[in-house]
């Protein structure tokens, strides 16, 4: 960023990682927290948006928009036309728990230790490698090269859930 | 639905009475289930106005004022139907062929521009905002052709029992040839509008149909009879006013469904012009009114001459003319449907009792028949097209 | 001096973006002006003449009335929410402005400045992320205004939107593919030698409807359908709120324009005339196009417009992305 090269840069994008971050943490307790699930509905939104906060902080523009595009813009609207049109929900006296609670303990355990060993056992080598300044081309190529069979199987997976909804929508219009 | 399928709630809507698209004050209770109506039920009401009531305490020519406000799209419509059946009481046969044509020839002009205003709103209720203005644009002219004959652009009252209030002024055939010249272009352009754009048929094609039979039991009339095609005017199969005379045909739907009924009137306003042409062509001479001083005040300067026409005159101010007693039934194809009076007479100066056939009332009953299983957009198309005037509903 | 040579580049964005802002209240303003007194003419009729000649204040008219307007909060309401959705509103619409190029360099002053505020290597997915994020002003709004009408056209329109971005995002791919890039300012230098309307003429008919269907433009404005749900999700507001939607909608109409200018209609390039003049020339005929849409057309049913989205309106624009990359391939 040559126009900027005479401010502290460093404690500047220290400052704003670390307020993004506090701004993810406090958003995703406040998604699971409040009582009014659309509440916790535009928390979730604000968790999302902060992350993309944090990518255009890594330099990664395209996965900011991506994540704006598709999570803020598209994912949260359709959590929110759900929690909208069923009315009972948003019954703040709702228990936010149900018989399936320990269920999801055990899960969230798994993961939480699944995440903790990543984060504490991997190296986490520092790239010396100078910021791709095209990287959509870059990315375009490593999916169809290098990162083909995960591209396809997350495609498939993407096109089952397709069919999936659309049996769902069938069945009723049927029935 | 199937009975494990999720509980789902419907939602009830209140629609109106103060709505953009209710055409006044008409008020509906719709259950919606999403965007799909599941029931209508119109609440009529606001607007009632004791119309039929005031009747009572007013002579039979003031009380031919009070039919503008019935039915304030077709003013003259009413003034005719009341007129047609105060005449029938007092069996009046001899009415001049002038007035009997000029009646004509006015109604018809009334049927448009109530058509006109039913176009125009039905445009602007599927959102073709322009053609809105430009039916106002027409209907503007046909107002002025009013003002020119009554001195009044929309409570008229000019029809009088016996012929009309006084003859038309210089220069109201200019202006009627006017109009049929001009017209016949402006009904094309609508319909570059309207009827060869995709999204109006849309719209409108198998929108709130009415099979032929459901219109039978529904008692309704006009166009949206005409529209499920049944071939029923009163204009043809009863005659009144020299209707017989004129020729022109009855436009016809199949489907009756909106786009029907909305081609049968615009049709109906392409017949109707004719009407007019032929009645300004064949406009006969001599007197508009009937001479009979029991029922007609005298002209003006018979008063300074005659004892007798001062008596007359006096007589019919302060007292008006007393129809033997009796009951009769008149019904004329409104722009509408049919406008039906029935009026009682117990002898005295004032009707007994008057009842107004309003063809919007018994049309609206059609309207959750239409409604049913339809999405909410079709709900404006629908009301739209039935053409309802709410002060005709509620009287 | 010395010391202050740094924030040199600081202080141009900051006055451009106020430009750019001040620009964008001034051109909605206008474009209101335009659309009231092009559609009379369309109408027969006269239109705002009083204030000023031709009516040329009644912007300024219209904006004093509108903050005299009763604040009115419906029992109902869910406050804060209520508060913050005209802003949400805003906001991404005047935001997605940051990336429209209107010219190449300037000098001013012997400062180079640029006539736009970012040349961000995403910049087109940048305007489809803030307007995805617009759709949420309207949803909250419908929502938290605790109506039934606000709440159906709340929400009629985050389904049209969801709808319409879709074919929206896929028809400017081809003229993405030919530029090779996602760069505005780099997709109008792309166009020097050819308009991508002329490779594209299918890309830009798809973009250009499902454009007016996501500003909620005539024959497409369901979501505040006036006849049917009085006026959709900004029923229940009034005053300086209830313009907030209406600036919204008005910019997005710019932004939209000046995106069609920039991906299909070579930019600010132009002969005789400077870039700007033809940027603003360009951006007022798509104007008045989506004016005059709005004076002829009916308005769609929900439905049906839904049916056109998915069925057809997608798959032609796969159709298209298909088409280009052959026809690129075969041409090497």
């Given at each position: 960023m040559p126009p900027f090269e005479n401010l502290p840069t460093d404690l500047v994008l220290q400052g704003i990682f670390l307020l993004v971050a506090g701004l993810i943490v406090v958003a995703a307790v406040a998604v699971v927290t409040l009582r009014n699930i659309f509440h916790s509905a535009l928390a979730l939104i604000l968790c999302f948006s902060a992350v993309a906060g944090l990518y255009i902080l890594l330099e990664a523009p395209f996965v900011a928009a991506v994540q704006v595009l598709i999570y803020v813009g598209a994912i949260s609207v359709l959590i929110l036309f759900a929690v909208m049109l069923t009315e009972r929900v948003m019954d703040p006296k709702m228990g936010a728990r149900n018989e399936q609670w320990w269920l999801g303990l055990l899960l969230t355990a798994i993961a939480a230790t699944g995440l903790g060993a990543i984060v504490g056992f991997a190296p986490w080598p520092l790239s010396k490698a100078p910021i791709i300044n095209d990287q959509i081309t870059a990315l375009g190529k490593e999916f169809l090269t290098t990162y083909v069979l995960p591209f396809e199987v997350a495609s498939l997976l993407l096109l089952m859930a397709l069919l999936g909804a659309i049996i769902i929508a069938r069945e009723k219009e049927g029935g | 639905m199937s009975q494990n399928a999720a509980r789902t709630e419907t939602m009830v809507l209140n629609m109106g009475p103060h709505h953009p698209s209710t055409h006044g004050v008409l008020r509906l209770i719709l259950e919606l289930d999403g965007e799909v109506v599941v029931k209508a039920t119109p609440d009529i009401g606001y607007l009632h106005t004791g119309i039929e009531k005031t009747a009572e305490s007013l002579n039979y020519t003031g009380a031919i004022s009070l039919w503008d406000r019935v039915d304030y799209l077709a003013p003259l419509s009413n003034n005719l139907g009341f007129v047609l059946a105060v005449e029938k009481l007092l069996d009046i046969a001899n009415i001049p062929p002038r007035a009997q044509c000029l009646r004509v020839l006015l109604v018809e002009l009334q049927r448009i521009a109530s058509h006109l205003v039913w176009l125009g709103t039905q445009a602007i209720d599927i959102g073709a905002v322009s053609v809105f203005l430009y039916c106002f644009r027409e209907r503007e002219q046909i107002i002025d052709i009013f003002e020119m004959v009554s001195g009044a652009r929309m409570m008229t009252s000019y029809i009088r029992v016996g012929g009309l209030a006084q003859d038309i002024p210089e220069g109201f055939e200019k202006k009627v040839r006017d109009f049929i010249r001009t017209f016949p272009k402006r009904i094309d352009e609508y319909e570059t509008l309207l009827t060869q754009n995709q999204i109006w048929r849309d719209r409108t094609v198998g929108i709130g149909k009415l099979s032929a039979e459901e219109a039978i039991d529904l008692g309704v009339t006009g166009p949206i009879l005409r529209g499920s095609g049944l071939n029923w005017d009163i204009r043809k199969s009863h005659p009144y006013s020299s209707y017989e005379q004129f020729e022109f045909e009855v436009p016809l739907g199949q489907n009756g469904d909106v786009y029907d009924r909305y081609l049968c009137r615009i049709r109906e306003m392409r017949e109707?012009?004719?009407?007019?042409?032929?009645?300004?062509?064949?406009?006969?001479?001599?007197?508009?009114?009937?001479?009979?001083?029991?029922?007609?005040?005298?002209?003006?300067?018979?008063?300074?001459?005659?004892?007798?026409?001062?008596?007359h005159h006096f007589k019919i101010y302060t007292e008006g003319f007393k129809p033997p007693v009796g009951e009769v039934y008149v019904s004329i194809e409104g722009p509408r449907g049919e406008l039906g009076f029935f009026v009682v007479s117990d002898g005295s100066a004032q009707p007994y009792r008057v009842r107004v056939r309003p063809p919007s009332f018994i049309n609206l009953q059609a309207l959750p028949r239409m409604l049913q299983g339809r999405l909410l957009a079709d709900v404006v198309a629908c009301i739209a097209s039935i053409d309802i005037v709410l002060g005709e509903v509620d009287r | 001096m010395e010391l202050l040579s740094p924030l040199v580049p600081i202080l141009i964005i900051v006055i451009k973006s106020g430009v750019a802002i001040f620009a964008l209240v001034t051109a909605f303003a206008y474009a209101v002006w335009i659309e009231r007194r092009v559609m009379a003419r369309m109408q027969s009729r006269i239109g705002p003449n009083r204030a000023g000649p031709f009516g040329l204040l009644q912007p300024l008219a219209d904006a004093v009335k509108v903050l005299l307007k009763e604040e009115i909060i419906p029992?109902?309401?869910?406050?804060?929410?209520?508060?913050?959705?005209?802003?949400?509103?805003?906001?991404?619409?005047?935001l997605s402005f940051a990336v429209v190029p209107i010219g190449p360099e300037i000098e001013i002053l012997g400062q180079k400045i640029t006539l736009y505020l970012a040349d961000l290597n995403v910049g087109v997915l940048y305007v489809f992320a803030l307007a995805s994020v617009g759709v949420y002003g309207i949803v909250l709004a419908g929502w938290s205004s605790g109506s039934k009408y606000s709440f159906l056209g709340a929400l009629r329109s985050s389904a049209q939107m969801l709808s319409y971005e879709l074919p929206l995002g896929l028809s400017v791919v081809g003229a993405l593919m030919l530029?090779?890039?996602?760069?505005?300012?780099?997709?109008?230098?792309?166009?020097?030698?050819?308009?991508?309307?002329?490779?594209?003429?299918?890309?830009?008919?798809?973009?250009?409807?499902?454009?007016?269907?996501?500003?909620?433009?005539?024959?497409?404005?369901?979501?505040?359908?006036?006849?049917?749900?009085?006026?959709?999700?900004?029923?229940?507001?009034?005053?300086?709120?209830?313009?907030?939607?209406?600036?919204?909608?008005?910019?997005?109409?710019?932004?939209?324009?000046?995106?069609?200018?920039?991906?299909?209609?070579?930019?600010?390039?132009?002969?005789?005339?400077?870039?700007?003049?033809?940027?603003?020339?360009?951006?007022?005929?798509?104007?008045?196009?989506?004016?005059?849409?709005?004076?002829?057309?009916?308005?769609?049913?929900?439905?049906?417009?839904?049916?056109?989205?998915?069925?057809?309106?997608?798959?032609l624009s796969l159709v298209n992305i298909i088409a280009t990359a052959a026809i690129m391939v075969w041409q090497g």
């Open positions: - | 109707s012009l004719k009407i007019v042409e032929q009645a300004l062509n064949r406009l006969p001479k001599g007197p508009v009114i009937i001479d009979d001083r029991k029922i007609v005040p005298p002209p003006r300067e018979e008063l300074a001459t005659s004892m007798e026409a001062v008596i | 029992q109902d309401a869910k406050v804060p929410i209520y508060l913050l959705a005209p802003a949400v509103s805003l906001v991404p619409a005047l530029a090779g890039t996602l760069s505005l300012v780099q997709l109008v230098e792309a166009q020097k030698n050819a308009w991508f309307i002329l490779l594209q003429p299918l890309g830009f008919l798809i973009f250009i409807v499902s454009a007016v269907a996501e500003v909620n433009r005539a024959p497409f404005d369901l979501p505040e359908a006036e006849t049917e749900l009085v006026a959709g999700y900004h029923t229940e507001y009034t005053s300086i709120k209830w313009a907030f939607f209406y600036m919204a909608e008005y910019i997005n109409m710019i932004v939209v324009s000046s995106i069609a200018v920039t991906l299909f209609f070579g930019g600010w390039q132009g002969p005789f005339f400077p870039p700007a003049v033809w940027y603003f020339l360009k951006v007022a005929a798509f104007i008045f196009l989506f004016i005059w849409l709005r004076a002829t057309l009916p308005r769609l049913r929900y439905d049906r417009l839904m049916q056109f989205g998915w069925k057809i309106l997608l798959p």
